[in-house]
């Protein structure tokens, strides 16, 4: 499959809208744009991989919102919603904006998608103003769950190895290929976005969607823990 094919998908492009760790991310996005960022005049954040816009659109009534995304078919629809979005590569095109321009850049899901995330979140840093947030999630490779799976010698969840089909799942494998290259542990994605000059200010840990009730449990349980935690939310801060 083609890689521009890939994420032209329906799956792609409305993966995470509305999955409960969206949610939490929004009520973060609202706290900073509300309470935290300082500027008095039009607050601006931007949405890195908005797809279909569904998520973006709900955050017009507290700053202006833009949106990039890969995939045209996603462009088009976050359009016909109404916002100013731009077509690129996260990986390797420049941001469409001004240095210093955004107060907050929001990576809902993204990360684990790009081929080179270190140019991605350099670009990121540049665009932010000085104080600027980026709020980040993304699966957790060493959630508890994966920890189980790895164990048993199953393939952890959120890793792929094919762009057609799941293998080496338990249970079904029926479920399409979402095109995750980089998997980060806890550890591991503060010590990246440190490395780029971040500062951390908050971690949570969310459960996953979709488990069988007992897993639910369980795993609503655990993922209070951030390196346990089926996905990782992470709220960092440039300097000033």
Not at 10 to 21: D, G, M, P, T, Y
């Amino acid at each position: 499959m083609k890689i521009g094919d890939f994420y032209e998908r329906k799956e792609v492009i409305h993966e995470v809208v509305e999955a409960r760790r969206s949610e939490v991310c929004y009520k973060l996005l609202v706290e900073l744009i509300t309470k935290k960022v300082n500027n008095v005049g039009e607050k601006r954040i931007l949405d890195v991989g908005c797809g279909d816009g569904s998520f973006a659109v709900r955050l017009r009534k507290y700053s202006r919102v833009f949106g990039i995304d890969l995939s045209q078919k996603a462009v088009d629809l976050a359009r016909k919603a109404g916002l100013s979005v731009y077509k690129a590569d996260a990986s390797r095109e420049e941001l469409p904006f001004d240095s210093e321009y955004l107060d907050v850049v929001y990576m809902g899901d993204v990360i684990e998608h790009l081929f080179d995330p270190d140019f991605a979140i350099c670009e990121v840093l540049r665009v932010l103003k000085r104080g600027g947030f980026l709020v980040l999630s993304t699966p957790n490779l060493a959630s508890w769950l994966n920890r189980l799976l790895l164990f048993l010698g199953l393939q952890p969840r959120y890793s792929e190895v094919s762009t057609v089909k799941q293998f080496g799942r338990l249970g079904r494998q029926d479920f399409a290929p979402v095109g995750h290259l980089r998997l980060f542990t806890h550890r591991a994605l503060r010590q990246f976005l440190t490395f780029h000059h971040f500062n951390i200010v908050k971690v949570e840990g969310v459960a996953s969607e979709g488990l069988p009730r007992a897993l639910g449990h369980i795993d609503r349980t655990i993922s209070r823990i951030p390196s346990l935690a089926s996905s990782i939310i992470v709220v960092v801060q440039k300097g000033q």
